[in-house]
């Protein structure tokens, strides 16, 4: 897939153009959406060792969880960041490169999170207002951190463009982010409904309520790490769905392939 062969794609034609993205370039978008989360995991790693009674449990969880959550925003940011980039350079044509996307991504953050900050503000008044609306806000903004990361635009003008973008595919949009999802939560459901079986029988088992604690701090800490490993296998794959269709609605409401052919024929002569 390349900007040479841009067309309006059908919805069929999103997902297995995400697929193809995904396979082509699968070493490189899972070692791209690892890295910045591995101090994320191998903390989440050290805590199942550090747990071995009720109290030390409650503690250390409480202070893991204050060390972790910022550098799991900023990790999860900088991935998201690398990997649009990545998949927009693989839909131009272009070669990807890892420390680019890294560049691109940390020169992004901030205004994809102030972009966040403010989506998650309007989902969360959606959600308020008897959850469609919040549907309706994901919809409308599926594409504000595409805008941010790829036209480098500021939080606000991207949850404008966003929503002029999705204008009149509302169905589309919503369908093809239902499909992603689904795809992408399916094995974390999976590995949380096995760690979850495992962790029950445990806790059966043993009547000892420090062996219980220590039993929850390791399956906690194996969960986490799981979830990690899924998230750098699955993370990519929403992000092409995504790219492939930010383009899409290019395409649809800007001629973006007549503008590139028009560019192209513009070289040649």
Do not use: K, Q
């Not at 059908?10 to 899972?30: C, K, P, Q, W």
């Not at 919040?134 to 504000?144: D, R, W």
């Amino acid at each position: 897939m390349s900007l040479s062969h841009l067309r309006p794609l059908s919805f069929g034609e999103i997902l297995d153009g995400a697929f193809v993205l995904y396979r082509r370039h699968f070493g490189t978008f899972f070692t791209t959406a690892i890295i910045p989360l591995l101090p994320v995991a191998l903390l989440w790693g050290v805590f199942g060792y550090m747990t071995g009674g009720a109290s030390e449990f409650t503690a250390s969880f409480g202070l893991l969880f204050l060390a972790v959550y910022p550098v799991m925003i900023v990790g999860t940011m900088l991935v998201w960041g690398a990997l649009i980039h990545e998949t927009s350079r693989a839909v131009e044509g272009g070669s990807i490169d890892r420390g680019e996307a890294y560049r691109v991504g940390l020169r992004r953050m901030l205004p994809g999170i102030a972009a966040g900050f403010l989506f998650l503000i309007l989902f969360a008044l959606g959600l308020v207002l008897l959850v469609v609306p919040g549907i309706l806000v994901c919809i409308a903004l599926f594409a504000t951190w595409h805008v941010v990361v790829i036209e480098g635009r500021g939080p606000v003008e991207a949850l404008s463009r966003s929503r002029e973008l999705a204008r009149g595919a509302w169905g589309r949009i919503f369908g093809v982010m239902v499909v992603a999802t689904i795809i992408v939560m399916i094995p974390s459901m999976l590995v949380g409904a096995t760690t979850g079986a495992m962790l029950a029988g445990a806790v059966l088992t043993s009547g000892d309520p420090d062996a219980v604690a220590g039993a929850m701090g390791t399956f906690s800490a194996v969960n986490n790490v799981l979830s990690i490993l899924l998230s750098a296998l699955t993370t990519p794959f929403l992000t092409a769905a995504l790219t492939v269709l930010y383009y899409d609605r290019r395409v649809r409401t800007e001629a973006l392939d007549l503008e590139v052919a028009t560019e192209r024929l513009g070289v040649l002569a």
